[in-house]
């Protein structure tokens, strides 16, 4: 499984727009890339998936290098509410899953 | 069509008692993960089911916790013996038969406090 880097935590403000980036420099060529966000007292939602170059979707938007080496989550005009955990995992398809959830990263808007 | 549900929501139970966890999937779904999040924490993976089969269970601790899927019901997180570490919030997830990139479906967990 392919570690995941990003980082600890990040402030932004409202309108803003924001940018998450992983690091996973061992990801293997079946490897794909998946985003989940966690509010206090829940569980993680599924955001965003991609394996290479761009994905965007209604929420968000998905950048991956050609390496492949990290990816970066594009969070358009956050909001308050986007205030949350973002977690960023690697994992194989067709391969029994244990997702492996790193730390994530502890996004806060502020007003 | 609804989510994943878990329950209880809240659970206490005091050292030595044991500790009941139900995750019904969403429908269509069968297989089913539990995780583990500590506060502050990231989650921890314990345990891969599918209906009546254990398929990973590498991260489940080897004594006092064990879990099902039977071909009728929930899933079931079983824990004897609580002890204070195992204070945590629980979580299930499911994903569809044909898993191939599909993303996990989360409930909303269960918070375990054990006094």
């Known amino acids: 499984l392919a570690k995941t880097t990003q980082p600890i935590s990040m402030d932004s403000y409202e309108g803003q727009e924001v940018n998450i980036t992983c690091s996973h420099n061992n990801i293997a060529t079946n490897d794909y890339i998946t985003w989940y966000q966690q509010f206090p007292s829940q569980g993680p939602r599924f955001i965003i998936q991609g394996y290479k170059t761009k994905v965007t979707n209604e929420v968000a938007s998905l950048f991956i290098p050609a390496d492949r080496k990290s990816s970066t989550l594009s969070l358009p005009r956050v909001s308050l509410s986007d205030t949350a955990v973002y977690y960023c995992?690697?994992?194989?398809?067709?391969?029994?899953?244990?997702?492996?959830f790193g730390s994530g990263t502890q996004l806060t808007v502020l007003p | 069509n609804a989510g994943v549900m878990q329950n209880p929501r809240h659970l206490v139970r005091r050292r030595g008692q044991e500790a009941r966890l139900r995750c019904s999937p969403m429908k269509g779904h069968s297989h089913v993960y539990w995780y583990r999040q500590l506060p502050e924490e990231g989650l921890k993976f314990m345990v891969y089911l599918q209906k009546e089969n254990i398929i990973d269970e590498s991260g489940m601790p080897k004594e006092r916790f064990s879990a099902e899927f039977p071909k009728e019901g929930p899933s079931i997180l079983r824990i004897q013996q609580v002890v204070r570490g195992d204070s945590a919030a629980y979580f299930c997830?499911?994903?569809?038969?044909?898993?191939?990139?599909?993303?996990?479906?989360f409930g909303n967990g269960t918070r375990l406090t054990v006094t």
């Open positions: 995992l690697v994992e194989s398809s067709g391969s029994a899953r244990q997702l492996t």
């Open positions: 997830a499911s994903s569809p038969p044909s898993q191939g990139d599909s993303p996990l479906h």
